[in-house]
């Protein structure tokens, strides 16, 4: 079997031995963009091959045949005439303010200079525009060809101060200007290739390059980067019987389960990336380090996003509401104009926690875009990290109880739903001073898990806590989440009401009393569960009251009441004579 190649991003090193490491060839590609030299610009999340592909780029223009022996573009009518390339790989560029920023970026660019025995001038040294100029112009003067200018995570910089809207602002300007400097060099510039994850406006960022051809949502170009399902099958196929039986010995995986049904399990785990709503690819990243790793894992959530995305709940609360997510969107809206506005659906299908699950409608200058999550690692991270903010003890375990919780909904089946939530719970931590706040997240996962996407009515600060969903067959669910906490229980010592009494306690032995002490706690537990009950079915009807008259399907009030950390009481009540 070939190696696998976790985190290589060099193509030179990746084909030192010819075929050695698994790879997906992506040169007929490639080959559209060398043999149309002008400025692209493409958008993918992080993790999806970008850095391997701008090297093999790299390669290619620089006339390195020598490494695509064997390759579709080895066998093409490529010239192979070497051109002069300038890679920048903007992450490396630290900051901290503006000036450092441009501080940062000409050292990067003299060290460029350095490492093709070339020296920019003095004039240049001040402003990092003047010095992409005067390194195109050496290139081209030294080598006699047009320079290529590759670019690498050119929002970098901006991201790494998504919480700074205002110094994100200030480095987003300088990299406008940077940018458009590429424009001035047009008769000694060949291709330009720009990749990133966030897909700014033109207006934004590159206000000087009118000629940037965007291909990240053209279907030629759809499965540039990750592995489409022929590729996929052509590169591990002989590597899924070893994963079986790997998988088999740590008892990850049931024995009766063949090599097709495991191939079918890993396209639901990490298929369904997409950009024209028809071509779906599998993650790299993810699926190299499932066959290293040879388990199930949401490995997206080991990365930065999530950081990322902790951050884009503080600073969005209304990412919560997931609802919003999956409506269409125009392909005008996918971009971001300003900093401080940045529309949580656009950024989440940026950074592939979304994907374009079908072009709804087209025009000659615009599409609609129909969008959803791509798969269930993705779903993982996204309930892990957006709603619920832990990890579950079991991540299949949990997917099988949400499954089981709106089979049990949508059933009417209180004690089902009891059950099932109960058993979700035991997933999750949930602390002796666990909130409503807390259940109603806990809540929210489990229907994102299961595909379920409801309207959140509930906010911080709020005393309600409450759900509206509409299940598959179109009826309402309003669902309002109690909690009992272990400081609410009612004290072993306290006082019994009269009409509790049924003897004296004078009467009992002192082997009785501790069983009539128990008794008498329950008795005062199941009469504050049942006055939670009747709260939560009384705050439904204040807070819905308008709503049970619209439509001609059924509507239901649920109270769930949860105690004990994973003891839950569930009451479904039809809403009738509407």
């Known amino acids: ?329 125009r392909s005008g809206d996918i971009q971001i104009d300003k900093i401080d506005q940045i529309d949580p659906a656009s950024l989440l299908l940026q950074t592939g926690h979304l994907t374009v699950k079908e072009i709804a409608s087209e025009s000659e200058d615009e599409s609609c875009f129909l969008l959803g999550v791509p798969n269930l690692e993705v779903k993982a991270s996204l309930v892990t990290v957006l709603v619920s903010r832990q990890r579950p003890k079991k991540l299949g375990l949990a997917i099988e109880f949400s499954s089981q919780i709106m089979k049990a909904l949508f059933a009417q089946d209180a004690l089902g739903f009891e059950k099932a939530f109960s058993d979700y719970l035991t997933q999750y931590k949930c602390g002796s001073n666990a909130s409503e706040k807390h259940y109603h997240a806990l809540l929210r996962s489990a229907l994102i898990t299961a595909d379920q996407y409801a309207q959140n009515d509930g906010t911080a600060g709020e005393e309600e806590y409450s759900v509206h969903l509409k299940s598959p067959a179109g009826d309402d669910y309003f669902i309002e989440v109690k909690c009992l906490s272990e400081k609410e229980q009612p004290e072993t010592k306290a006082k019994p009401k009269s009409s509790e009494m049924t003897v004296s306690p004078k009467q009992l032995t002192e082997q009785e009393k501790p069983e009539y002490d128990k008794l008498r706690l329950e008795m005062a537990k199941l009469d504050k569960l049942a006055n939670l009950v009747k709260k939560a079915i009384t705050q439904i009807d204040i807070k819905y009251a308008d709503m049970f008259l619209r439509g001609s399907n059924r509507v239901f009030k649920v109270a769930l009441v949860v105690s004990d950390r994973t003891n839950v009481w569930v009451k479904i009540v039809e809403v009738l004579n509407r």
């Open 1 to 329: 079997m070939k190696n696998i190649p976790i985190d290589m991003r060099d193509f030179s090193w990746l084909r030192k031995d010819d075929d050695d490491f698994y790879y997906a060839d992506k040169t007929h590609l490639l080959h559209k963009l060398v043999q149309r030299p002008m400025p692209y610009f493409l958008s993918r999340p992080r993790y999806f091959g970008k850095t391997l592909l701008l090297s093999t780029l790299k390669a290619i223009l620089e006339g390195r045949r020598d490494l695509f022996k064997g390759l579709w573009i080895d066998g093409s009518d490529y010239h192979w005439t070497p051109h002069p390339v300038i890679k920048l790989e903007m992450r490396w560029i630290r900051s901290s303010s503006r000036m450092s920023f441009r501080k940062e970026l000409n050292l990067y660019l003299d060290d460029v200079a350095e490492r093709e025995k070339l020296e920019l001038p003095v004039s240049s040294s001040s402003s990092p525009s003047a010095a992409l100029r005067s390194l195109i112009e050496l290139l081209y003067d030294k080598y006699g060809q047009k320079a290529a200018v590759l670019i690498d995570d050119y929002d970098a910089p901006i991201f790494k101060h998504l919480a700074e809207p205002a110094l994100a602002d200030e480095i987003r300007s300088e990299l406008d200007e940077f940018y458009s400097s590429l424009k001035t060099n047009e008769d000694k510039l060949g291709l330009v290739f720009i990749t990133g994850v966030t897909r700014f406006s033109k207006s934004s960022i590159f206000s000087g390059l009118n000629n940037l051809d965007d291909i990240t949502f053209n279907p030629a170009f759809a499965d540039i980067c990750g592995f489409n399902c022929e590729e996929f099958s052509a590169l591990f196929e002989n590597r899924l019987d070893y994963t079986l039986k790997s998988l088999k010995g740590d008892k990850s995986i049931d024995a009766a389960v063949t090599g097709e049904q495991l191939k079918k399990v890993l396209q639901w785990w990490l298929d369904g990336y997409s950009w024209d709503g028809k071509t779906k690819v599998y993650n790299p990243w993810s699926v190299l380090h499932f066959f290293y790793t040879c388990r199930f894992f949401d490995y997206r959530f080991e990365l930065r996003e999530a950081a990322f995305l902790k951050k884009l709940i503080d600073l969005q609360p209304t990412v919560f509401d997931l609802s919003k997510k999956i409506a269409p969107m």
